[in-house]
């Protein structure tokens, strides 16, 4: 195992004269008359540890095998190191060779790949440095995420990945059944759970049970939703981030929103500066400056009756058109955050047939306490709302979806919740990929996250 000083990351920080042992994977071998040149990462740095090889030190049948994407060990003397980049470099003693890459086969060579490449070697594109990057980013985050959360108190639960109900009521859900899909019409009493079950789509349901305890929860896993958009921001299973709190309105729900973002984007900033130089290098220039932007910005906050009249007012032709009462796309979203304002947007208050039935009803009669966050070239990034705790108006509700196929008797418990002790709270759910696009500048959420899961895509 590498020990915590034997990271590059740690060599490179190291200083000459000492004697080490590195480990990793061979990025590139360049050779001059009487030496070769190693580039060596273990993932844990953008920069590579150069090792140095001088004639004699290993056999020519070996050197030969040193190629990209070979796995070493380097014993030897940190030496101050002549060339640009590092300030030391490893002069090697004695090289193990552990597992060679043939460089007629290995596919990830020197030579620049697209990220559609890199996609259909999911095994192997974690060694380039792209993706060394990107997960290194993805690793901070989590941690900035429990940082925030447990530093204010919140507890972490763990709520169901296989849950029997639907908590957006949009129907788009994974079955989860052990019955013989051949055998005819299910029986779901006869299934595993004698119930019909699913790959939950959220949290949230099961998060306001444990803050109807805790007070302040937050949920950090993965969910599942079946709907079938092949988009550049969709996946098939995702991570979301969702906090409950009682006690809380739509405004502190609000206030904790922008909170969190913020804290997200200087955690990273702080932790993972060279990543993120590499990223602005390669993928996007502005990206440094633009989360500093964001951090240093107070979010605006408009409602969806005045969203839409901006919306109106900007002459803009949309491929959707807007009106009182219709969905935000993202083309609207985008334009508002993008062109219209110019920063983060906090929209609140959106028609209550557009939006889940567990929000709280305005007096209005019209429209729910719904709040979305949307960002500059993601959109919607949040997506959250006061809680409906009013027994009564909540079951009317329920009842009213029931042409949506929601059943008063599958959400008992949800009832209950506003029978005993039930109080004001609110929450939201972060869709984690969606941070991490942009966090990292990547377009498409397929490079943020390990293994895509994507209508017709899950080799890996
Ligand atoms: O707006 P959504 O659907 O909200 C909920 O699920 C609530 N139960 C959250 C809550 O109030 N506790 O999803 C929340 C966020 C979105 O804003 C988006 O960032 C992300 O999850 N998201 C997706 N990310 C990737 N792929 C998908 N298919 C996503 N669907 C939603
Ligand atoms: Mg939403």
């Not at 550049?232 to 969190?260: K, N, S, T, V, W």
């Amino acid at each position: 195992m590498i020990q915590p000083d034997s990271y590059v990351r740690s060599l490179l920080k190291r200083s000459p004269g000492e004697t080490v042992t590195a480990r990793g994977w061979v990025k590139t071998r360049r050779d001059s008359k009487n030496v070769h040149f190693v580039q060596l990462n273990d993932g844990s740095s953008t920069t590579d540890l150069q090792i140095v090889i001088d004639q004699g030190v290993v056999p020519p049948e070996t050197i030969a095998r040193i190629t990209t994407g070979a796995c070493l060990s380097v014993e030897g003397e940190l030496v101050a190191s002549p060339g640009k980049g590092q300030t030391v470099e490893l002069k090697a003693v004695t090289v193990t060779l552990h597992g060679g890459a043939d460089p007629e086969h290995y596919p990830l060579q020197k030579k620049k790949h697209t990220l559609e490449t890199l996609r259909e070697i999911g095994h192997l594109r974690t060694r380039s440095n792209t993706f060394g990057a990107v997960f290194r980013v993805r690793n901070a985050l989590a941690s900035a995420i429990h940082k925030f959360f447990q530093d204010r108190g919140f507890l972490y639960v763990h709520t169901p990945i296989i849950s029997a109900s639907d908590a957006e009521g949009a129907g788009s859900m994974f079955g989860v059944s052990t019955l013989d899909p051949a055998a005819g019409a299910p029986d779901y009493t006869q299934d595993f759970f004698g119930r019909r079950t699913y790959l939950t789509v959220s949290g949230q349901l099961e998060a306001e049970i444990f803050a109807m305890a805790f007070a302040n929860v937050y949920t950090f896993g993965p969910t599942f939703r079946a709907e079938n958009s092949n988009t550049p921001r969709h996946l098939a299973e995702f991570y979301m981030i969702e906090p409950e709190m009682a006690f809380c309105d739509i405004h502190g729900d609000q206030d904790l929103a922008e909170a969190f973002l913020k804290f997200q984007i200087s955690y990273v900033l702080e932790t993972c500066r060279p990543d993120l130089e590499f990223l602005a290098k390669w993928y996007d220039p502005q990206l440094i400056p633009t989360l500093e932007a964001v951090v240093a910005s107070q979010f605006e906050r408009i409602s969806y009756t005045e969203a839409i009249a901006l919306l109106e007012k900007s002459g803009k032709q949309f491929e959707f058109p807007t009106y009182w009462g219709v969905d935000l796309q993202s083309e609207h979203e985008r334009y508002l955050t993008e062109e219209l304002l110019k920063k983060p947007v906090i929209v609140t208050n959106y028609p209550k047939e557009i939006k889940a039935f567990y929000m709280r009803a305005n007096d209005d009669g019209k429209t729910v306490a719904a709040m979305d966050v949307l960002l500059p070239r993601i959109g919607e990034i949040i997506g959250g709302s006061q809680r409906e705790e009013r027994h009564d108006v909540l079951q009317q509700r329920i009842r009213e979806m029931a042409h949506h196929g929601m059943k008063e008797e599958s959400y008992w418990w949800y009832l209950d919740l506003r029978r005993f002790g039930g109080v004001e709270h609110a929450g939201f759910g972060m869709g984690f990929e969606r941070m991490m696009m942009y966090l990292t500048g990547m377009k498409n959420i397929r490079d943020v996250i390990p293994f895509p899961r994507t209508p017709g895509n899950a080799e890996f």
